[in-house]
């Protein structure tokens, strides 16, 4: 019954992935190649071509060899560095974020940091397409861009073992409960403290677990949602601008009109009028 539910648990998160692809190039590194102790807020991926190399991630030493592909997770601990008299790398690599909601694939589910690939040429052809699309600027190309590496990462979770990691069962609980507690309390004024009491989390904490499971600090959040939930009933109802500012929070139709042309780049009357 246990491994019933988590595979269907993890149907449900893989069935949300949503991703998006920052940098993705093919590198010959040199003898400057290093950075040691820090922590990106992006997925990191590098099919090692040709050379050597050290990686560690969270404490695991790693020192990859052609043919593998190794996954440096979203908030860990990183470091990589050139080996002194060896050759550099030769890699394909990109940055990308793989999100579920508010939240990291990876932050919730357990996979090994490398592997070796099954086929050296096809994952080569893929990650010569994933770079040439990335150049590309056009709209297609973004789509095709995020097809890519949808593959790309349905080949790393082919071979290995996927676990829901079972420490984040109860952070998943709480998070689902903090997007709740947001969206119904909208209107309202909506204070660390009383997000944090909600949560049962003191006030400091509640704002570093926030932003490590969030991305944004709590309040940036908060003005997202509510930016998100005027544009809707701006375009999809006919409430006038004092009745959508009430149901956002905001009881100064001058302040919410301040706000959203911060957030939209127009007033709340020409976003209206442009998108209806």
């Not at 695991?60 to 043919?67: L, S, T």
């Not at 676990?163 to 507690?181: A, P």
Request: net charge neutral; hydrophobic share 40%.
């Amino acid at each position: 019954m246990k491994n019933k539910r988590e595979a269907s648990a993890l149907m449900e998160l893989l069935q949300a992935l949503q991703v998006d692809v920052s940098h993705a190039q093919k590198t010959q590194v040199t003898t400057d190649w290093r950075d040691m102790d820090y922590v990106p807020e992006y997925n990191k991926l590098y099919y090692i071509v040709d050379g050597e190399g050290y990686l560690k991630v969270d404490g695991n030493e790693m020192y990859p060899v052609p043919g593998e592909l190794c996954l440096m997770p979203a908030f860990s601990q990183q470091s990589y560095s050139y080996l002194e008299g060896k050759k550099p790398y030769l890699k394909y690599w990109c940055h990308f974020t793989a999100s579920i909601g508010p939240f990291d694939l990876f932050q919730w589910i357990g996979v090994p940091l490398r592997i070796t690939t099954a086929d050296q040429e096809e994952m080569t052809a893929l990650f010569k397409l994933l770079v040439s699309l990335h150049a590309n600027p056009s709209l297609i190309s973004r789509l095709r861009e995020k097809s890519i590496m949808l593959e790309i990462i349905a080949r790393y979770l082919e071979h290995v073992p996927i676990t829901i990691l079972q420490h984040r069962s109860e952070d998943m609980k709480r998070i689902q409960f903090i997007q709740e507690y947001i969206d119904s309390h909208l209107e309202s004024t909506l204070k660390i403290e009383d997000m944090a009491k909600a949560a049962h989390l003191h006030p400091n904490y509640f704002i570093a677990y926030f932003k490590k499971h969030f991305g944004v600090p709590p309040l940036k959040y908060v003005s997202r949602k509510r930016a998100d939930k005027a544009r809707i009933l701006l375009t999809t109802t006919t409430l006038s601008i004092k009745e959508i500012a009430d149901q956002i929070g905001f009881k100064e139709t001058n302040h919410f009109a301040k706000f959203f042309r911060k957030e939209a780049g127009q007033s709340p009357t020409e976003y209206r009028a442009n998108n209806s």
